[in-house]
C-alpha cells in the first residue's frame, strides 16, 4: 500500500512538473549589465518538458529590431534547475548568436525563470536571462510586433513585482490589515513598514489599481481636531508611499475623525484599536 501511494505520489509530482514548465516562455537577454539598448534582446521559449528532458525551441531578437535568430535545444531538469544545450540553428536573419547553453533557475518567490545564455568558448558570461511563462501560443515567425514591454519588464524587476502569472495568486491572496497609532500621534511605527511595502509591490504590480486610504482616531478630543488627526495619519501613509514612487494620482485620502470606531472607546483596548488607517483597492 505505501508502494502504491509513493508511486502515485511521484506521478502526480511528474505530471505538475511537466504543467509548470511546459510552454512558452518570453523575457529579456541582456548581452552584460550596462542595460543599454543596444545591448538588449527579446528571447522566447518554447518548452516541452517529459520525465526531466526538455525539447525547446528557442527565438532571439534585437530590441526594436527586425533581425533574429532561430534555434533548437535540447536538455534537462534537475529539481528547479534547467540546462539547455543548442542543437540546431533553424534560421538566422541579420544575427549571429552561434552555439550557446542557457542555464537557467526557476525562482520560487517571483515566478521568473532567471540565468545565463553562455556562448560557445566563454568560460564566464555576463549575460543575464530572464524569463516569464505566457498564456500563448508559440508563433514561428516574430512573437510580437514591438518590444517597448521589454523596458516595463526592466522596471518590474528592478521593483521587485512579481512575474504576470504569478501576481494575479499573489492579489487574490492580498488581505488589507489596519495600521495603528500612537495616541494623539501620526507618525507610522517602524513595524508596519514591511506591510506597507506589500501594498507597494502590488501597486507596482497592477497599474490599474488605485488605493483609499481612510484616516480615523478614538474618541478624544474635538470633532474638528479629531478630523485633522485623522487627516494626518493618511497623509503620513501618502507620503510612505509617494517616496517609494507610487503616483499621488493613483491614492485617494478620506478622514472620518471619530465618527467610524470600530470599538468601544470607554476603554484604552477599544480606543487603540479606533486609532487606525483602513485600506482598500478601488
Not at 511546459?22 to 538588449?40: H, I, K, V
Not at 511605527?189 to 482616531?217: C, E, F, M, Q
Not at 503620513?236 to 471619530?258: L, M, P, Q, T
Request: overall charge positive; aromatic content about 12%.
Amino acid at each position: 500500500m505505501h508502494f502504491i501511494f509513493f508511486a502515485f505520489s511521484l506521478i502526480l509530482s511528474k505530471i505538475s512538473f511537466t504543467q509548470k514548465f511546459s510552454g512558452t516562455w518570453q523575457g529579456m537577454y541582456l548581452l552584460d549589465s550596462t542595460n543599454l539598448p543596444e545591448r538588449t534582446h527579446a528571447i522566447y521559449l518554447k518548452l516541452d518538458v517529459i520525465n526531466g528532458l526538455i525539447d525547446a525551441k528557442c527565438r532571439v531578437e534585437q530590441f526594436s529590431s527586425k533581425n533574429y535568430g532561430y534555434y533548437s535545444l535540447n536538455g534537462t531538469i534537475d529539481k528547479s534547475s534547467l540546462t539547455m544545450k543548442f542543437s540546431k540553428k533553424i534560421k538566422e536573419s541579420g544575427m549571429t548568436l552561434g552555439d550557446f547553453n542557457l542555464v537557467l533557475s526557476y525562482d520560487e518567490a517571483s515566478g521568473y525563470l532567471k540565468g545565463q545564455l553562455v556562448k560557445k568558448g566563454e568560460k564566464v558570461s555576463e549575460s543575464i536571462v530572464v524569463l516569464y511563462k505566457q498564456e500563448v501560443e508559440w508563433q514561428e515567425s516574430n512573437q510580437q510586433s514591438s518590444h517597448n514591454w521589454l523596458n516595463r519588464l526592466k522596471k518590474d524587476i528592478a521593483n521587485g513585482v512579481s512575474s504576470p502569472a504569478l501576481r494575479k495568486e499573489e492579489l487574490k491572496a492580498f488581505k488589507f490589515q489596519s495600521i495603528y497609532f500612537d495616541y494623539d500621534k501620526f507618525f507610522l511605527r517602524p513595524a508596519y513598514h514591511d506591510y506597507l511595502l506589500g501594498i507597494v509591490k502590488t501597486l507596482n504590480s497592477h497599474s490599474d489599481l488605485r488605493l483609499k486610504i481612510t484616516g480615523h482616531t478614538d474618541g478624544d478630543g474635538s470633532n474638528a481636531y479629531n478630523i485633522a488627526l485623522s487627516k494626518n495619519r493618511a497623509q503620513a501613509i501618502i507620503k510612505f508611499f509617494n517616496d517609494r514612487g507610487i503616483e499621488k494620482s493613483r491614492i485617494v485620502i478620506d478622514f472620518k475623525g471619530e465618527t467610524s470606531p470600530i470599538d468601544s472607546n470607554e476603554s484604552e483596548e477599544g480606543k487603540q484599536r479606533n486609532r487606525r488607517v483602513d485600506f482598500e483597492f478601488i
